[in-house]
Each structure stands twice: as structure tokens, then as C-alpha cells.
């Protein structure tokens, strides 16, 4: 087993925190995994990706090289990024940031649903890679909350907690 | 479940710092070395270490030359730019002989360049950046567990030797996470710098009849002596005297050039049938690993040698790899510098093909299949 996961979209989204997040969930499950990111100058606003490789065996190749699973969160992610997907690799897109995309993709509502379910968008990225890992299958949802908890400052426990558990829903319902 | 965690190479350098006895750091922020300084800024307090962010990387270097002659094993980490104006300390620190790390997280160049980027152009720097004749020490290491055991390798090196020694990383080695599992301290071996047997007063700074590496005396301990860039004699002082130069230039080359057992470090993947070789280091030899897997799954077989010391360049562990070997690919971030290495040394019967992508992004294990797959 081995899977490329690329996050990508604007510095501030926390996309990056998110990769690395993925990735630590991934070895308290006892896998292999690496994470690396790009970004510009810019501390936000700039186009912005985070790689992660899972994998039971050794990584060499540290990076990304084409991503099975590639989530797109703005339209200059979109433009630079989404013409790199393994050929049946699967794009996911939050359609309040992406539009106009030909190709098949999965729109996943993540920005309007946490701004409505928890009355604020920072939680954004841990609804992702909870997501992820119950879309995927790879991650634990266990080892996601205890990476994630180990990050995060107290009084932030209860909201990023519920982001995990919308997460998981959405994945459970968008798996095919 | 797993005891590693996700550790970033910057950090676990740091971390190797810490464990190796580093306890002092002056730096100069800069991309992507920046998280090493950062780090270390966090953990020397807790362990009674100093942490020192400097006007500039001039006198970062400066100031572990200090720090180092105080007694305290010090560090710096930079990137390409700051790399470049560490060059004159760097040689200040060869002469008079002071252990001393220097961590060059490399990325795309020349001058600002390609900050968040990486790169493997730096590795004639680290060998001939700072001006005469001089050997130096250089490593680099491929992944993050390597980095944090290389750095207290590099810790070792320089307080055995006297003698700067150079880690070099790149953009993605220092910017990556990966599972890492910092091992127990009673695993590490620690090595730590002569302390005199001769008095103050019959104490010399680099007397050669102690040997190749003489004790060196911490300042603040009742030892004066004099450092100086200057050829000096065995007492520190200035000297153009003939026989006593050259007797301080070849000491110099020759306790680096003699210890070569304890400095060379080689990862050689070989099985004898292989006709077709890769010569990589650093990310590189990430990626060629990968290739190499790929190539076998085609039943091509192909040989890998990995320096993790690359500078004194190992030759002789080079010859021996090529024996047998039709051709060698050289995979690098660059325009080719260490390919050059390569073929100094073998004759004609090997093909040297150089591989290099110089646009800050890294080679990927297809372009290394198609160069071999083309011929």
C-alpha cells in the first residue's frame, strides 16, 4: 500500500498543519509516512501545498510525485496544481473556493459546513483530514484526534473535535 | 501503534546537536535553515546552553569560533547566502584549528535565489569556498533519522580533529518530516575534545609533538595563547619561517588525510552482477533508490553508491564500486560538480552520465529509469 495525498490551496488555511497532522496520525497507526510542503514568501495569501506519502513499507522518494488523493481549496491551487493527479487519482474541491473545473471531480461543501455547524471556518483543515482518513480508509480516526490533540491549544479541544466528527461523516458519505 | 513520530530533518539536527553536547548556537535566520536556529533556540536553555541570534552570518560564524574556544562545542546553520559569507571564518576556524559545525541547508542559487526551494549546488563551495589550500569535512545525509545521527557524527569529527566540520542538507531534507525515534543517549557515542596534560605554563596551542590534533585549552582556564589566521608556530604566534609553515600546512592536511577510517562513510549497494551503477547523495540518492526499484521490477539490475562523506571525496571506495560497472549515472541537483569528482578518477571503460535538474525541484525516480532505459 502506498498513497500520495497533496492538499493544496492558500497559506492561511492551514493546509499545511493539516498534512502534517495526516501524517503523524498515519505512524501512531504504525505505517511509514512523509510529509513536505510548498509555499511562497508570503505568510498568507500565497498558493500553498502540503504532500503526504502513507505507506507499509520504506518511502524513498520523499515527496509527491503524483497524488492519488488531490484536494483542492482555491482556484490558483487549482490552476498550478490540478493537472498533476495520477490518472485514477481523485480530485475533491470545496466549490465555495473552486469553480470551473472539466474534469471529474468530488465537490465537498467543507468551508459552508463548518462555517455553519461551527460558527467559524478555522476548523476547516482538521474536517479534511478527517475526511480523508475515513475516505481513504488508511488513517485511523483514533490516531487522527490523538494526532490532532496532541497539537492543539485546550480551549480549542471542543471545536476542532466536532470539525473531526463532521469530517468522518462526510467521508463516510461520500465513499463510493 | 509505533514509538516514531512525524520529526522534521531541521529539528532532528537539532536534536542531534543537543544530544552530541552542542551547548552553544549563534546564528542568522534564513530559509530553509531557519526551524534548525529556531529549535535550538528552544532546547540550549533547558539544558544550560546559550542561544545567540547574530546581527548577521559573518558573525554568526565569529561567534562560534568563541563559543567553540570558551570550551562549548558550537554550531551555526544557514542556507546558499549565508553560506557564502561564513566562507572567511570558515577559513579563520580551519587555521587556527577550532571544532566547529556548519550546517548548509542548501537551496537554488546564485546569490537569493530559490529560498523555499531545494538544491545540491553548494558542494564545491563546501569544498573550495574558503580561499587556500585546506581539506575539510563534509556530509550529507538522505534522510531524517541520518541527519540527526550525522550531526553528532559531524559533532565528533570536529572535536576529535580540531577542525570545522560542514553538514550539508537540502530544501527537502531539511524541510521533510518522517517517522524518527530518537534513540537513548546510552546508544550515542559522544566524543569529546583533548583537555591538556601540560600545565599554563608549558602548555602550546599547537604543538605538533602532541600529535596530529594537539589539545586544545579552553579560554577562561588559566591557559593564554594566542589564535591568529596567520601561519603561526606551535605557540599561536605569527611565523613565515619556512620549515615551520610547512610543517603546519602538512599537520593540517595530514590529520585529516590520515584519519580517513574514522572520517569516510559509504552506503554501497552492490551485488557484483550489476553492469549499470548511480553515484547520488542526499535527496537524490532518495529518488535513485526508488529508480533502482523500479529498474529491478524491468530486470535491470543497478548498483548504488551513496556517499555520506563527501568531502574528502572517496576515491578509493569509488574505484572499487566501478569495478565491473559499463557505465555510472551521476543524479544531481546542479549543473554537475560532483560529477566531475567522478570521472577525475576513472578511466574511459566507465560511461559517466550526469543527470541534472537545476530548476529547484527534484529529480524524480522516471527521469532517473529513462536515463538509464535510453543508454
Known sequence: MKLEIR??????????????????AAIIDGKIATQYQTYGAQVRGGTVKGDVV??????????VIKPDMLVIMSQDAYKKYGNFVKDDGII???????????????????????????????PLNMMIISFLAKYTNTVSEES????????????????NTKALEIGAEFGEKFKK | MSNAKLVQGDIACAMGAIDAGCRFFAGYPITPASDIAEEMSKLLPMVGGK???????????????????????????????????????????IMAEIPTVVVNV?????????????????????RWGTHGDHEIIAIIPYTVEEVYYETIRAFNLAEMLRTPVILLMDEVIGHMSENFKRPDKSKIEIINR????????????????????????????????????????KTGFPSTHEESVKRLMERMRDKILNNRA??????????????????????????????????????????????????????????????????????????????????????????????????????????????????
Open chain 2, 51 to 93: 542561544f545567540i541570534q547574530m546581527e548577521d552570518e559573518i558573525a554568526s560564524m565569529a561567534a562560534i569560533i568563541g563559543g567553540s574556544l570558551a570550551g562549548a562545542k558550537s554550531m551555526t546553520a544557514t542556507s546558499g547566502p549565508g553560506f557564502s559569507l561564513k566562507q572567511e571564518n570558515l577559513g579563520f576556524a
Open chain 2, 194 to 233: 583533548k583537555f591538556p596534560t601540560k600545565t599554563p605554563e608549558e602548555y602550546f596551542p599547537y604543538d605538533e609533538n602532541e600529535g596530529l590534533v594537539p589539545p586544545l585549552a579552553p579560554f577562561g582556564k588559566g591557559y593564554r595563547y594566542h589564535v591568529t589566521g596567520l601561519a603561526h608556530d
Open chain 1, 92 to 122: 475533491i474541491t470545496d466549490p465555495f473556493y473552486v469553480k470551473g473545473i472539466e474534469r471529474e471531480h468530488i465537490e465537498v461543501p467543507f468551508y459552508e459546513t463548518v462555517k455553519e455547524e461551527l460558527h467559524s471556518t478555522l
Open chain 1, 144 to 159: 487522527i484526534k490523538k494526532a490532532v490533540l496532541e497539537k492543539i491549544p485546550p480551549h480549542t479541544v471542543e471545536i
Open chain 1, 7 to 24: 492538499l493544496c490551496g492558500f497559506g492561511g488555511q492551514g493546509l499545511i498543519l493539516a498534512s502534517k497532522l495526516l501524517s503523524q
Open chain 2, 262 to 375: 574514522i572520517i569516510d562513510k559509504c552506503d554501497i549497494r552492490k551485488e557484483g552482477n550489476e553492469e549499470i551503477g548511480i553515484f547520488a547523495y542526499g535527496s537524490s540518492a532518495r529518488t535513485s533508490i526508488e529508480a533502482i526499484d523500479n529498474l529491478k521490477e524491468k530486470g535491470i539490475d543497478v548498483a548504488l553508491m551513496r556517499p555520506v562523506t563527501i568531502w574528502p571525496f572517496p576515491k578509493e571506495q569509488l574505484l572499487e564500486f566501478a569495478k565491473g560497472l559499463k557505465k555510472i549515472v551521476v543524479p544531481e541537483m546542479n549543473f554537475g560538480q560532483i560529477v566531475g569528482e567522478v570521472k577525475k578518477y576513472l578511466s574511459d571503460d566507465v560511461e559517466i552520465i550526469p543527470l541534472n535538474k537545476y530548476t529547484g525541484r527534484l529529480i524524480t525516480p522516471e527521469e532517473i529509469v529513462d536515463k538509464i532505459l535510453e543508454g
Open chain 2, 106 to 126: 542548501q537551496r537554488g542559487g546564485p546569490s537569493t535565489g530559490l529560498p523555499t526551494l531545494p538544491s545540491q549546488s553548494d558542494m564545491m563551495q563546501a
Open chain 1, 54 to 63: 502513507i505507506s507499509d513499507k520504506r518511502i524513498d522518494h520523499p515527496t
